[in-house]
């Protein structure tokens, strides 16, 4: 058994990038953030494959509203609005990407600069938003859990 993998309490500071999460790391990062008073997302896409699927479970799993348009702009419309969620910060965990990131590559890259945007954009107004990809070696076949560079194109 190995000792869980330190946790910098630094990481849940505003920031704006989307940030690679160790397994071991992530009951530490989420007992911090909670302690704070974070709200916390744990997202699970292990099965989900495409966008509307993607788009449904970040839906379900934040609450967000039922004018909700199941698309990139209303998706960036609620996480840079979360008025229904009030909190002194905010921590999304993606788990078990790799089976969207192996269907659907631009798809996942495209939502990791939506969330990076609504980091961008709570970090302005001083509020922790952050996002972390989160998942182990053995799921779905796929061990890259590191965000991929975002697309060239526009979303």
């Known amino acids: 058994m190995t000792a869980p993998a330190a946790f910098d309490p630094a990481l849940l500071d505003p ?3 989307v940030l690679p999460l160790a397994d071991d790391a992530r009951d530490a990062l ?3 953030a909670t302690a704070r008073g974070y709200l916390c997302f744990r997202i699970d896409l292990a099965g989900c494959t ?3 699927e993607l788009l449904r479970r970040v839906a379900t799993a934040m609450g967000f509203p039922d004018w909700f348009g199941h698309n990139w702009d209303a998706l960036a419309d609620c996480l840079g609005d ?4 009030h909190a002194p910060g905010y921590v999304v965990v ?5 089976g969207l990131h192996r269907a659907e590559p631009e798809t996942f890259a495209v939502a990791l600069e939506v969330f990076a945007e609504a980091a961008a954009w709570w970090g302005e107004e001083n509020v922790p938003f952050r996002v972390f990809v989160s998942g182990d070696e053995g799921d779905e076949g796929g061990g890259n859990t590191s965000p991929p560079p975002a697309p060239a194109a526009g979303r």
């Open 15 to 17: 920031a704006t990038e």
């Open 94 to 98: 993606l788990e078990h990407p790799q």
């Open 30 to 32: 989420l007992a911090t």
């Open 82 to 85: 979360l008025s229904w969620l």
């Open 50 to 52: 495409n966008k509307a």
